[in-house]
């Protein structure tokens, strides 16, 4: 009798599993949440000369157990850049765009630069990298942008298509960063790392291998190419002051830029857009998206080791705010959106506030607000944060707020 119930529990485990996705509720209620204690980012800390050990243990912690370490065929990886056009004059004058083929282990990435004229050899100016969803062409609708050849996600035949130049354009005010003598460095992340559960057959991981269960999955894999296209910039655009490079992501590309800002300190600013579960929001709230629901809906992000704390996340040995705790003490910039509640906008609130202990043990100021500011009324500290009214995406006002950020720190 025993055995018969075993075997029919078993056969229909699959079934109850995928019960259990269907019937996902998301909680919204914060008299729901459960009881939980974060860890202590400063734990045994008392000094700033303390804290870069500790600093590496959380690095490891949060590689090995959430985002993955870099295994050793990343170790020696280079990349080497290539014009693949001339620079064309843009917006009236206001600035020039550049294309450069990027080669990375194998893969060949489109990488484009649309630099203010003001940017020259002589007087380098600022950027900020990050990369599109969609591909270079969306983000702005110059015919002579190139296609990237990668497969596309969205796309029924997965590929990219003319019909879409300049369709994230609302999303990158490309204007305004030229007007403010920025330069955006942008390129499609599927050109690293195609966003699908393929068991990492394609881009880079084709020839680098397939990740260990404690190594770098697709947000760590991109994260890294972050850092070696900060290289490129260093050695192949003299126009960029590469000590001034903000690295910016939306959504899963803002938790992509925030464990490249926390992993390679020459990024000099970081900015987190929207990034919710896996990002900037503390996982052990589980409002809206929780660990078991991204472990599940996109395996592939996150290193193996992740999926035990899935609906089990007081077992974490770390929280979200250590994850913003290693960009100390330079400078961050965490934002949510009123409508985005499945990121926990409060959850990425209170991880800045946490990780503030970190920027005032360096002797700086982290973010000067404990409570929750109003809609649209931004703090820049150290650490900026802001709610803007709105949904889930990256608007004109964000990126104001971006360029005050950092004009503030560069300066
Ligand atoms: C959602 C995912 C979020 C966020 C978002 C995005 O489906 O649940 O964690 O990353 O995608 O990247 O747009």
């Not at 009798?1 to 075997?7: A, D, K």
């Not at 993955?68 to 170790?75: E, K």
């Not at 409570?371 to 802001?386: D, K, Q």
Request: net charge negative.
């Amino acid at each position: 009798m025993r055995i018969i119930w075993l075997v029919t529990l078993a056969a229909l485990s699959p079934v109850l599993l995928m019960s259990e996705e269907f019937k996902f509720e998301p909680n919204y209620d914060e008299s729901l949440i459960p009881d939980y204690t974060l860890p202590d980012v400063l734990d045994d800390v008392s000094s700033a000369e303390d804290w870069p050990a500790k600093r590496t243990e959380w690095l490891n912690l949060i590689g090995t157990q959430m985002f993955g370490v870099l295994p050793a065929s990343f170790q020696d990886v280079t990349a080497t850049a290539e014009p693949l056009s001339a620079d064309k004059s843009i917006l009236g004058g206001k600035g020039r765009l550049r294309q450069l083929t990027v080669t990375l282990a194998g893969c060949e990435l489109n990488l484009a630069l649309f630099l203010p004229s003001s940017a020259t050899t002589e007087y380098p100016a600022p950027a900020f990298l990050g990369y599109n969803f969609s591909g270079n062409h969306t983000v702005f609708p110059d015919p002579d942008i190139v296609l990237t050849e990668s497969w596309m996600r969205r796309k029924e035949d997965g590929k990219a298509s003319a019909d879409d130049r300049g369709a994230s354009a609302s999303r990158w005010s490309i204007e305004r960063m030229l007007d403010n003598g920025f330069v955006l460095a942008t390129l499609y992340y599927g050109d690293v790392d195609p966003d699908k559960d393929d068991n990492f057959q394609n881009g880079v991981h084709a020839e680098l291998g397939q990740p260990g269960p404690d190594e770098a999955a697709s947000i760590a894999t991109w994260a890294w190419a972050l850092s070696r296209l900060l290289d490129v910039i260093e050695s192949d655009v003299t126009e960029i002051d590469s000590d001034k490079v903000a690295v910016f992501g939306h959504s899963r590309l803002g938790k992509t830029s925030l464990w490249a800002g926390a992993s390679d300190e020459r990024f000099a600013l970081t900015i987190s857009n929207n990034s919710g579960c896996g990002g900037a929001a503390l996982s052990r709230r589980a409002i809206g998206e929780t660990v078991w629901k991204i472990t599940t809906a996109f395996p592939h992000w996150f290193c193996d080791n992740f999926d035990q704390y899935g609906n089990n996340e007081g077992a974490m040995p770390f929280d979200n705010h250590t994850l913003l705790a290693l960009i100390a003490p330079r400078p961050l910039y965490i934002a949510s959106a009123e409508e985005d509640r499945w990121a926990d906008p409060k959850g990425e609130f209170l991880s800045c506030v946490h990780a503030t202990h970190v920027y005032e043990l360096l002797g700086t100021e982290g973010m000067p607000a404990s409570e929750m500011p109003g809609l649209n009324e931004p703090v820049h500290g150290r650490i900026g944060y802001h709610i803007r009214t709105g949904k889930h995406n990256v608007t004109d006002y964000d990126w104001e707020q971006y360029i005050a950020f950092a004009k503030k720190h560069f300066n």
